[in-house]
């Protein structure tokens, strides 16, 4: 999360978010979390004590030998300003954190550019993980999505050029680019064993955070896909609307939501925690712990479930811990994501910017979720459909083909009600039966060929059943789990 003057939205960057996702990001001098949860000796940017730099005082001199070699004796000319920057990247990225970050003047000024609107690009969070660009989690309705990406997709090449060897902010510069352009990304998919190739167009991206709707038995449905800086207050309208209309369940989807802003979650965990319980914690490198309660007085008076998958992170996680420890409340879905660190960021007199991990977040129990995750109460696998990438329009498929591609396009036929024979990856008889039968039905051309506009449509229709309440079985098994708690 991100907190800085008047923010909005994630670390995202005309795109994908500029660093990694990240939780509690607060500005030095106590920034916008000082003013929204009171001031912090936890969360406060001051200077560490002086004898803190003797380590640098005593490597001064070889620091100005390497400067005064490379000024003096490097055959080409290199500005003082670029050797600075250079320095502070590499003693950041020597701390092997991909959760802190230095950018300079001109990367800071576009990162802080794309803070309060919508943005253009992809529409995915990503981090670096084992030192590649992995996906978070795309947005919700993005091209991202859209093109099939999925959490944990790993992006080796953009367009022909390599990813490796790069900082994220310098990946994060490959893959964005203004509406209309195309991405063709190289994916590694965990499970799949050859390289995936996913055209994703960029677009404009609006910033859209919470959906709600009274499903069948006065069941409320909040989705939030991101904690921006207006979430809190749309969230209190959502649930408020919701309650006038009788509701007597609410199920919380954070599903693909990869965090933002601290104040937001913590604003939207004190109208559903009951009996002023504790949020969340945080802990510095002293171990000194800061708790954050609840306002709620008593208790809703009806149950909650919250809905989790693998690109739940963040904050999206503090809300899910909270509920589950606090309130009682129960989990469903998949293992979380498992970002459990709080960052700060300092701006320099230049204009640049320096984000460092500087305390953990905790659950109320005191639990440390990094790298872990919130684990559901009830785990619920979804269909093998759900990894597909749908058909891309870049090379059409055929009879007797096989590949990665084939067995795609015969899970997304699976899912939509076209049955194959197999879901191998050969282009059977049957798998062309069922193209044909799925082109006839949508007035398209029947060839049994996978073309452009086959491809297409596939994408449409594939993405209209995933939406289906009835095809979502983690909603489906949360509804059951919150009628069993309901008067």
Known sequence: MYLRGRTAALLVVLSVVLSSVTTAMVVGNGGLLSIVTGSSPLLTGALPPAEDAQGLEDNMDKLKQAYALIKGRYIHGVSDQKLVDGAIHGMVEALDDPYSAYMDKKTAEQFHSTLESSFQGIGAEVTLKNGRVTIVSPFKDSPAEKAGLRPDDQIIKVNGKSLEGMS???????????????????????????????????????????????????????????????????????????????????????????????????????????????????????????????????????????????????????????????????????????????????????????????????????????????????????????????????????????????????????????????????????????????????????????????AMKLQEKFLSTLRKPESDLQLRVAIETLKKNMK
């Open 168 to 454: 994220l902010n310098e990946a994060v510069s490959k893959i964005k680019g203004p509406k209309g352009s195309k991405a063709h990304l190289q994916v590694v998919r965990p499970g799949h064993d050859s390289i995936m190739k996913i055209t994703v167009i960029r677009d404009e991206i609006p910033i859209e955070t919470v959906r709600s709707k009274m499903l069948e038995g006065k069941v409320g449905k909040i989705e939030i896909t991101q904690f921006s800086t207006d979430t809190a207050k749309d969230f209190e309208k959502a649930l408020n609307k919701l309650e006038d209309q009788g509701m007597k369940g609410l199920v919380i989807d954070v599903r693909g939501n990869p965090g933002g802003l601290l104040p937001s979650v913590l604003k939207i965990s004190e109208q559903l925690v009951p009996h002023k319980k504790t949020i969340m914690m945080t802990e510095d490198k002293a171990g000194n712990r800061l708790k954050y309660q609840s306002k709620l007085e008593g208790k809703k008076p009806y149950p909650i479930v919250v809905v989790t998958d693998k690109g739940s992170a963040s904050a999206s996680e503090i809300l899910a811990a909270a509920l589950k420890e606090s309130g009682g409340y129960p989990v469903v879905g998949q293992q979380s994501f498992g970002k459990g660190t709080v960052q700060t960021a300092e701006d320099f007199a230049d204009g640049s910017n320096i984000k460092l991990t500087m305390a953990k977040w905790l659950t109320p129990k005191g639990n440390w979720i990094h790298k872990k995750g919130v684990t559901p109460d009830v785990k619920v696998k979804l269909p093998d459909y759900y990894k597909a990438t749908p058909p891309q329009a870049e090379k059409p498929l055929k009879r007797d083909m096989a590949s990665d591609d084939v067995r795609n396009l015969q899970l997304v036929l699976d899912a939509i009600g076209f049955r194959t024979d197999r879901k191998d990856g050969y282009f059977s008889a049957q798998t062309e039966t069922a193209v044909k039968a799925f082109q006839k039905t949508n007035n398209l051309p029947v060839t049994g060929v996978v073309d452009k506009k086959t």
